[in-house]
Structures are given as C-alpha cells and as structure tokens.
C-alpha cells in the first residue's frame, strides 16, 4: 500500500451486547402513564434493553468488543476508540483504557470520542481519517457502552421524547486495506444553540456534589425550556437529516437515487416514515428499533448486524447510517455494503 490517500477502510467485523432484562411497552405505559398503543404506536417501542445495577458501561462495550473481535488478535489492534456515553462507571475516567487493557490490546492506544447520539458517525469519520493519515494504523477498534436508561425520570414529562432509552453496548473493527463494508463519506451538523437544552445538572465545575443539598437536584437529565427547545428545533430536525444524508452521499460521489438502505437512530415512527418516504425506500430497506430503543450511539451497528442476519443486505448496497446527538449534532455515514 504505497499510497495511503487510496486505501480503503472498511468494516470487517461488529459485535452487540444487550443485557437480559427487557421493560416492554406495557411496563413504560405502567410507569409513566403514557396510553400502551401511544408507546407502540407513536413512540414505535414494544420492548427495550435495561441494564443491571451492578452491570456497567464499561461491560457492556467489552461485551461488545469481545464478540467483535472473536476472529481477531487484539494484540494486532493499533487503536482503541470508546464512543459511547459520557455517563460511564465513574465520572471523570478513561473507559477506552480499560478496554485497551482488558482486552489485551497491548500495542494499541485508547481514547475516546464523544458526539452523543451521533456518536457512531463522527467516531467513523475521525477513525477513517486517522487511518488514512497514518501509515501505522491499519486495524482500529471502536467500542461503545449505554446505561443511559438510568438517567431518565419517566415522572418527568419534559424527558418524554428520551422515554425510549434503553441499554446495551455495540462495537466495530476497521481495517486498512479491506474488501467488504467500505466507509465511504460522512457529513455533519451542529447547532450549538441547543447544547443549553439537555444536561445533567450536577457533578460538573458549575454544581459540584460535595457543594450541594443532596435534596435539591437528582442525578437525572433535565431540559431547560422545553417549549423553546421545541419551538427552534422542530423546523429544522427534518431538514437537517435529509440534508447530511445527502452531502454525505454526494461527498461519496453517489446521490439520493442511488441509497439501497436506511440505518437511522430510533426515533418516532412518523418521522421514520417521512424520511424513508423521501429516498424512496420501503420498510425492508431500512430496519426499525421498536424491539430496541435507543442505545445511544450503538442504533446504528445493531441495525446491520439485525439487517446482515436477516438478508435485508446484500453485496453493493449503499447504506445510509443516521444519527443526531442533543447538543445538537446530525450525521450521517455512508456504507458501501459487501464486496462491491
């Protein structure tokens, strides 16, 4: 490979892991008062994925990465990359090292990037480049893990459309030189304006634990201003999935016509709809996560692991990977499925 700018990176193996224990829609319904047939329906969630207590992020993504690399040498790794949530087993700590460790991945370095929900997009884009960039990286792992379950008040109605959280962890391999599942192209967007949004209010620099009553603010998420949060993101969270799907394919060198399949993040049906309806896809080009939930930024690889089992792919398909993160980030990557 005397030329790196020509290489290809591709996707070679994946790995999922979710935990045992299931809270179906009618457990939801129970819980937040929500209608069963609005959680199934409108929602698009029959069952999802919750984690143990004792069953951390960490876990979860060598879970993942293990059953990944279960043809792989780890000590061949060059890089191992943690893209899952920042809501990890401690609140300032590395889980990429761990990883890296456990794993016995004693050539590669760990670090991590974070994107939220548009995790597994960016992670892609940044891998890729760093992989073309260096002549030394040729096999690089990216592992993710979500709990993020736990971080939901289901008494909260402003946290109504995170209802569908669920848990587990998920993991590719990317190797140079590959012959299957290139990574094409990528595009993102950000809209900072809503970073103001969702967060959790305490344990960072502006509300220490140790400098609060333990009685005046939970360890859950919280949205400030739902109605403005509303008011500025609906008019453009459509667009701006439809648009970095196309930029990522016409950064491709493809355009809309020639999209085979639809790899979105788990969001209401309508809107899943919409979008499908836009490329001119059906249902079997695409896979819903109504059995899922949302996992963060692992929809996307639990999607072509259900789609590669199932035989809803097949070689030369382009795949459109889709995810947004709050904050707020949209992306998209484009596959090229098999052997071309």
């Keep these: 490979m005397n030329n790196v700018s020509r290489d290809k990176i591709g996707i070679t193996a994946m790995g999922v892991y979710l935990p045992e224990k299931i809270e179906t829609s009618a457990d939801l319904a129970k819980k937040t008062g929500i209608p069963q047939d609005i959680v199934k329906g409108k929602m698009g969630l029959r069952q999802k994925h919750i984690a143990a207590p004792d069953e951390h992020v960490s876990d979860m993504a060598l879970a993942a990465a293990r059953s990944a690399l279960y043809s792989f040498d780890p000590g ?8 899952g949530s920042q809501y990890k087993d401690y609140s300032v700590w590395s889980c990429a090292c761990k990883l890296q460790n456990e794993l016995g991945a004693d050539n590669a370095f760990a670090t991590e990037i ?43 109605p402003r946290l109504r459309f995170m209802y569908n959280f669920g848990d587990g962890g998920a993991a590719v391999l990317l190797q140079k030189g590959a012959e299957k599942n290139i990574v094409l192209e990528t595009h993102n967007i950000t809209a900072g304006f809503f970073s103001k949004h969702v967060k959790m209010l305490t344990g960072g620099s502006v509300n220490p634990i140790s400098q609060l009553d333990g009685s005046i603010i939970p360890d859950k998420l919280e949205v400030i201003d739902p109605e403005e949060m509303k008011e500025h993101l609906d008019p453009i969270t459509y667009d701006n999935f439809i648009n970095v799907i196309k930029k990522a394919l016409e950064k ?9 399949f639809l790899a979105p993040i788990h969001f209401k049906r309508s809107l899943y709809n919409s979008i499908l309806e836009e490329f001119g ?24 692991s259900e789609a590669d089992k199932r035989g809803l792919l097949k070689d030369g398909d382009l795949v459109a990977l889709l995810a947004a993160g709050t904050g707020y980030t949209w992306g998209s990557t484009i596959l090229q499925w098999g052997k071309a």
Excluded: P
């Design 252 to 260: 491709s060198g493809k355009n809309a016509a020639d999209l085979d």
């Design 76 to 83: 061949d790794l060059d890089a191992v990359i943690f893209f």
């Design 281 to 304: 896809l059906n249902e079997n080009q695409s896979f819903y996560l109504e059995d899922y939930g949302h996992i963060q930024a692992a929809d996307q690889i639990i999607i072509l």
């Design 114 to 156: 974070y994107s939220l929900c548009a995790g597994f997009t960016v992670a892609l884009r940044m891998a890729k480049a760093l992989m073309l960039a260096d002549d030394e990286m040729n096999n690089v792992l990216l592992a993710m893990g979500s709990k993020e379950s736990y971080l939901i008040d289901y008494s909260n």
